[in-house]
C-alpha cells in the first residue's frame, strides 16, 4: 500500500479497520503515514478515531 488510495481500498475489504471506519460515535479522526527506506513494507499506514468529550 504505497498511495492514501490503496490504503484506504485495503482498510474498506478489513471488515475491523471498515467497521472503525464507519463508526458514528467517533467524531474525530487522523491517518497518519510513516515512510520507512530498507525495511519489509516501505510505507505504513495507521488509522486513529476517537470521541473526545
Known amino acids: 500500500m504505497n498511495t492514501p488510495k490503496e490504503a484506504v481500498s485495503a482498510w ?3 471488515p475491523n479497520h471498515k467497521r472503525n ?3 458514528k460515535e467517533y467524531t474525530d479522526g ?3 503515514c510513516y ?3 530498507g525495511s519489509q513494507y516501505k510505507v505504513y499506514w495507521i488509522q486513529m ?3 473526545p468529550r
Open 12 to 14: 474498506m475489504e478489513s
Open 21 to 23: 471506519i464507519l463508526t
Open 30 to 32: 487522523a491517518i497518519g
Open 35 to 37: 515512510v520507512e527506506n
Open 49 to 51: 478515531f476517537c470521541n
